[in-house]
């Protein structure tokens, strides 16, 4: 119970650090996007977080490779893009493509907006497992699958790989040394999506 709740404090402290964390003048910004309708039956959604300056860079690889497989449990949450990039990218994916208001760029702010976006899809699908993955990751799916199946989906739970050194927080007058999951993919069980 203790592990649950530290692993929950520490997703919770990493969104306001992602929200926060930066130049003075960093402003939370308005999110406005609409989700699809998402099936309700997934053992596991994953998203991509993209940013269209990077659509030709980055995503576009994935979307050439393991992306073609799995496209119907894929969704891809970017910004607001350039019209002709949108209508590109609006064939290739149709409602998987979630455009939100966050900022074009991987500033804090705009990290944490499209974060709020994944979050609220994951808890709209109620999949078993969400999946996140960076616009230039790999993803082979019966490994993840076979991954996931070792753990326990019915408890709070994050699987990602953890933070080189811990991050030192002051709480309640304590100081405690937090590691969390980052890097270019996280899997979180719906037990801890609701209780975000």
């Known amino acids: 119970m203790l592990r649950q709740a530290l692993v929950l404090w520490t997703l919770v402290f990493v969104i306001i650090l992602f929200v926060w964390k ?4 960093v402003k939370l910004q308005k999110i406005a996007y609409s989700l699809p309708e998402v099936d309700s039956n ?3 959604l994953m998203t991509i977080r993209a940013t269209s300056q990077n659509y030709e860079s980055r995503l ?19 910004d607001d893009v350039i019209p002709e990039q949108s209508l590109k990218m609006r064939s290739l994916l149709g409602d998987h493509l979630i455009e939100t208001s966050c900022g074009p760029n991987y500033s804090n702010p705009s990290l944490a907006c499209k974060c709020q976006a994944e979050l609220d899809l994951f808890y ?14 790999y993803v082979n799916l019966p490994v993840l699958k076979r991954t ?13 790989r953890i933070t080189a050194k811990p991050l030192p927080l002051t709480f309640r007058g304590k ?4 590691v969390f999951p980052t890097g270019n993919a996280l899997c ?4 801890l999506v609701k209780c975000l």
């Not at 576009?60 to 970017?78: G, H, P």
């Not at 709209?124 to 990751?137: F, G, I, L, N, T």
């Open 124 to 137: 709209k699908a109620e999949a078993r497992w969400s999946c996140r993955m960076d616009d230039d990751s």
């Open 60 to 78: 576009r690889y994935s979307l050439e490779t393991w992306w073609k497989s799995v496209s119907n449990v894929v969704y891809v949450i970017s």
């Open 148 to 160: 996931l199946a070792r753990y326990n989906a019915d408890v709070p739970m994050v699987i990602g």
């Open 175 to 178: 100081k405690h040394d937090i």
């Open 22 to 25: 930066g130049k003075h003048d």
């Open 188 to 191: 979180m069980s719906f037990p």
């Open 42 to 44: 997934l053992d596991i």
